[in-house]
C-alpha cells in the first residue's frame, strides 16, 4: 500500500531546479510533472507544499500547492547602510546572523532538518530571533521551555491510563516537529536535566527519529531546530552541555548586544518611545556597559530587554530617573546600587533628564 508524504520546498534564486523548475513553472519529480498557475518566474522565495506517493519502489508527485512566500529583505545585507536586516517584521539581524540562519534553512531546505545554537547573554534576542525567522521563511514556530520538562517522555508526550489501560498522547512539540515546515526552539537548553538532553540525540543526527512509548517520532521535512543558551558566570541552575550533543547542531550562532543605531530603532519601535526617549535609555546603559568597576555590569540585566522595561515605565508616566530606578538600579547587588546610581544621575544630567 502507498503512503503519502509531504515534503515542502522554496525557491532561493531564480532557476533554481531542486524538485522545482522554475523556467516552466512545473514540478517535475519520479517522471511526472505538476504545473500550478501560482508559480511564476518572479518565485523567488515562493514555499511548495508538494505531497508524494510513497511506495517501495517509487516516489511520485500527487499534489502541488503553493502555501506561501517568505518575506526577503529590501536591500542584500551587505549593501544595507547599517550592516543589520529587519526580519520577520520585528527582529534586527546581523549581516553574520542572517546568512547563518539563510544556511540553515538551505540544509534544512535539502536534507530535510537542520540544527543551529544560539550563546548569548539573556536578553539580547536570542529566542526572537529564532521566532522571526520562522516568520521570515512563513514556517510554524515553536518556543519549549526545557527547564520545565522533569522526564524525557513528557517532551514527547502525556502518558495516562483511562479505565486501567495506558494511553500516550503526542505533545505539541512531536506534532509539529512531524509536520515539518517548523522553527523549533529549545529554550535555554542548558537549564535542561541531563537525562533530557539525552533523548534529544537520534533527533539532532542523521536518524531524525526517537522512539517513545512504542512510538516512532520521526521530524518531518524543512525542519529547523534550534536551541539557546544564556552564557556568562551569573546563570544558576545551569548544566554543563554534553559535548556530543553540542556538537550536533551544526552551526554556533553568538547573539549579544546590538550597536546603539541599532538598539535606539528596537527601543522606537517595539515600546513606541521617541528617538530621543530612546537615544538617552541606550547612552545610559550603554555608560553603565562599560562602567569601570569590576563585574558591575555583570551584576545587572543591561540588555535590550532592559532598555524596552525602562522605556514602558518613562511612557507609562514615570520620571526617566525613576524608572531607572525601577529596572535597573533596584536590581544590583545593594554592595552596587550606589555605583550604578551614580552612572545613571551622570548619564541623564548630560541630557537634561
Same mark, same amino acid.
Given at each position: 500500500?502507498?503512503?503519502?508524504?509531504?515534503?515542502?520546498?522554496?525557491?532561493?534564486?531564480?532557476?533554481?531546479?531542486?524538485?522545482?523548475?522554475?523556467?516552466?513553472?512545473?514540478?517535475?519529480?519520479?517522471?511526472?510533472?505538476?504545473?500550478?498557475?501560482?508559480?511564476?518566474?518572479?518565485?523567488?522565495?515562493?514555499?511548495?507544499?508538494?505531497?508524494?506517493?510513497?511506495?517501495?519502489?517509487?516516489?511520485?508527485?500527487?499534489?502541488?500547492?503553493?502555501?506561501?512566500?517568505?518575506?526577503?529583505?529590501?536591500?542584500?545585507?551587505?549593501?544595507?547602510?547599517?550592516?543589520?536586516?529587519?526580519?520577520?517584521?520585528?527582529?534586527?539581524?546581523?549581516?553574520?546572523?542572517?546568512?547563518?540562519?539563510?544556511?540553515?534553512?538551505?540544509?534544512?531546505?535539502?536534507?530535510?532538518?537542520?540544527?543551529?545554537?544560539?550563546?548569548?547573554?539573556?536578553?539580547?534576542?536570542?529566542?526572537?530571533?529564532?521566532?522571526?525567522?520562522?516568520?521570515?521563511?512563513?514556517?510554524?514556530?515553536?518556543?519549549?521551555?526545557?527547564?520545565?520538562?522533569?522526564?524525557?517522555?513528557?517532551?514527547?508526550?502525556?502518558?495516562?491510563?483511562?479505565?486501567?489501560?495506558?494511553?500516550?498522547?503526542?505533545?505539541?512539540?512531536?506534532?509539529?516537529?512531524?509536520?515539518?515546515?517548523?522553527?523549533?526552539?529549545?529554550?535555554?537548553?542548558?537549564?535542561?536535566?541531563?537525562?533530557?538532553?539525552?533523548?534529544?540525540?537520534?533527533?539532532?543526527?542523521?536518524?531524525?527519529?526517537?522512539?517513545?512509548?512504542?512510538?516512532?517520532?520521526?521530524?518531518?521535512?524543512?525542519?529547523?531546530?534550534?536551541?539557546?543558551?544564556?552564557?556568562?558566570?551569573?546563570?544558576?541552575?545551569?548544566?554543563?552541555?554534553?559535548?556530543?550533543?553540542?556538537?550536533?547542531?551544526?552551526?554556533?550562532?553568538?547573539?549579544?548586544?546590538?550597536?546603539?543605531?541599532?538598539?535606539?530603532?528596537? %527601543?522606537?519601535?517595539? !515600546?513606541? $518611545?521617541?528617538?530621543? @526617549? +530612546?537615544?538617552?535609555? =541606550?547612552? *545610559?546603559?550603554?555608560?553603565?556597559? /562599560?562602567?569601570?568597576?569590576?563585574?558591575?555590569?555583570?551584576?545587572?540585566?543591561?540588555?535590550?530587554?532592559?532598555?524596552?522595561?525602562?522605556?514602558?515605565?518613562?511612557?507609562?508616566?514615570?520620571?526617566?530617573?525613576?524608572?531607572?530606578?525601577?529596572? %535597573?538600579?533596584?536590581? !544590583?547587588? $545593594?554592595?552596587?546600587? @550606589? +555605583?550604578?546610581?551614580? =552612572?545613571? *544621575?551622570?548619564?541623564?544630567?548630560? /541630557?537634561?533628564?
Amino acid at each position: 500500500m502507498p503512503t503519502n508524504k509531504t515534503h515542502f520546498f522554496r525557491i532561493t534564486e531564480p532557476g533554481e531546479a531542486v524538485e522545482v523548475h522554475q523556467d516552466t513553472h512545473q514540478v517535475i519529480s519520479g517522471g511526472k510533472t505538476l504545473k500550478h498557475d501560482e508559480l511564476k518566474e518572479e518565485a523567488v522565495g515562493t514555499i511548495l507544499k508538494i505531497v508524494f506517493s510513497v511506495t517501495d519502489k517509487s516516489m511520485r508527485p500527487t499534489d502541488f500547492k503553493v502555501v506561501g512566500k517568505a518575506e526577503t529583505p529590501d536591500t542584500d545585507p551587505q549593501e544595507n547602510s547599517d550592516g543589520w536586516i529587519k526580519v520577520g517584521g520585528t527582529e534586527y539581524f546581523s549581516h553574520f546572523e542572517y546568512c547563518t540562519f539563510s544556511a540553515t534553512s538551505a540544509i534544512a531546505s535539502k536534507k530535510g532538518s537542520a540544527n543551529l545554537l544560539l550563546l548569548g547573554p539573556s536578553g539580547v534576542g536570542k529566542t526572537s530571533r529564532a521566532m522571526s525567522w520562522a516568520v521570515h521563511r512563513s514556517m510554524t514556530g515553536l518556543v519549549v521551555n526545557v527547564a520545565l520538562i522533569q522526564e524525557t517522555v513528557d517532551l514527547y508526550g502525556t502518558v495516562s491510563a483511562p479505565g486501567g489501560k495506558t494511553k500516550f498522547d503526542l505533545s505539541e512539540f512531536s506534532h509539529v516537529l512531524q509536520q515539518g515546515n517548523v522553527v523549533v526552539l529549545l529554550d535555554e537548553l542548558n537549564r535542561a536535566k541531563p537525562w533530557l538532553t539525552n533523548g534529544l540525540l537520534p533527533l539532532l543526527d542523521f536518524r531524525r527519529k526517537v522512539t517513545v512509548m512504542g512510538k516512532d517520532i520521526t521530524v518531518g521535512d524543512n525542519a529547523i531546530i534550534t536551541a539557546s543558551m544564556n552564557t556568562g558566570w551569573g546563570y544558576t541552575g545551569t548544566f554543563e552541555i554534553d559535548t556530543a550533543l553540542k556538537n550536533r547542531f551544526g552551526a554556533v550562532c553568538v547573539v549579544d548586544v546590538p550597536p546603539a543605531p541599532i538598539e535606539i530603532k528596537i %527601543v522606537q519601535e517595539k !515600546a513606541g $518611545a521617541s528617538e530621543t @526617549t +530612546a537615544r538617552v535609555i =541606550v547612552r *545610559t546603559l550603554t555608560a553603565l556597559r /562599560n562602567a569601570e568597576r569590576g563585574t558591575l555590569a555583570d551584576t545587572i540585566d543591561l540588555s535590550p530587554r532592559t532598555a524596552l522595561a525602562v522605556a514602558e515605565l518613562y511612557e507609562a508616566g514615570m520620571s526617566m530617573k525613576d524608572a531607572f530606578r525601577a529596572a %535597573v538600579i533596584n536590581h !544590583a547587588a $545593594a554592595e552596587d546600587r @550606589t +555605583a550604578v546610581l551614580n =552612572v545613571v *544621575t551622570s548619564e541623564l544630567r548630560k /541630557n537634561d533628564q
